[in-house]
């Protein structure tokens, strides 16, 4: 019974409250003008994050290659 409850708790959690802004998105922006770009914001927001994160591993990952430090055991 336990179980069964923790995983409706997270599926409510889910539809209920998670994916509410992705709903007020999909009902407001169908018909707006710019709707493409507002609905992808959450996309291009990822990307954004995503190559931040990517420039500081490739960044760290040099500076670890120069010390010689990278592959130690």
């Known amino acids: 019974m336990i179980a069964s ?3 409706r708790w997270i599926g409510s959690l889910f539809t209920d409250l998670l994916f509410l ?3 007020w998105l999909r009902l407001t922006v ?3 003008d710019l709707g493409w ?5 959450v996309n291009w927001f990822f990307l954004l994050v995503l190559l931040v994160l990517f420039a500081y591993w490739m960044r760290e ?3 670890f290659a120069k ?3 990278e592959d130690r055991a």
């Open 37 to 41: 770009w507002i609905s992808n914001a």
């Open 67 to 69: 010390e010689g430090t």
């Open 61 to 63: 990952s040099r500076r």
């Open 5 to 7: 409850n923790i995983f």
């Open 21 to 23: 802004p992705f709903d």
């Open 30 to 32: 169908a018909n707006a």
